[in-house]
């Protein structure tokens, strides 16, 4: 595991790669001013040194979630999930901040897009192939004690045959919260319209995940039924989706890519 030394400039204090070339204070403005929106921080991808970074910002009062992104990150490291390297973290006053190598590979809901899109069998095989995996990878998650602060799609990255785990400031590792929380995972990665994702291929990743997880037939159907009712209820919610509408429909129509209520296809009916 990286080696990690105290380190201190501009008012910023935390721990850093000894071989870290980057001026923290310029680059936090800029993130300020540029960085990519979220709840609780802004991100932006830098470069240094010929390697490319990716610098989270936390202003004040988040700037405690730098840390315990680092953290976690390293937990799962640790426990053989994939997670980005830190390079470096550190607090001033009450903002955080957090530099990160880029772990490379495609974001999920691409992959899934652009092997859905070909039609040969090679990339249908390696469609399934991805989606087993994410459904082990999941299951693999939660016996290990982690749930996932955030698992939607973009905050699952694919690099070659492995699964790395983004955004990790809220991930804890915890058998109680797993005990009665993990499932909220299945429905923030199940959530979202995917190109090229079908209801079958839906269907695989939690059979995949029930293997995992060793569950009963009895408790799989139980566990898809309740995903199904939670997975339409965040639709409604999040898109606005009137529920009379949702159930009129059903839910192979409510998750079809192009679809009526596919927001990024052609389709955006709400009622």
Known sequence: MTAYARWERDGWRGVARPALELDV??????????????????????????????????????????RQAFRASRMLVAAGFGAPETVLVARRGAAGVLVSRDVGGEDLAEAIGRLGDRREPAARQAKRRLLRLLGA???????????????????????????????????????????VGARRNLVQLGRFVVPGLTLTDRARVLDAYARGRRLSRRRWRRLARWLVAKTTARRCAIDRIPEATARQNGFRELMRSGGPFDRAGTGRRSA
Do not use: I, Q
């Open 25 to 66: 204070a310029a680059v936090a403005r800029m993130v300020d001013g540029a960085g990519r929106a979220s709840r609780h921080a802004r991100t932006l991808p830098v470069t240094a040194a010929g390697e490319r970074l990716f610098v989270k910002l936390y202003p004040a009062p988040a700037g405690w979630r730098a």
């Open 137 to 179: 990878e999941v299951a693999r998650l939660h016996a290990a004690g982690f749930v996932h602060g955030d698992l939607v799609p973009p905050n699952v990255r694919v690099s070659g045959d492995r699964l790395v785990f983004l955004d990790n400031d809220r991930t804890r590792r915890s058998r109680l919260l797993v005990a």
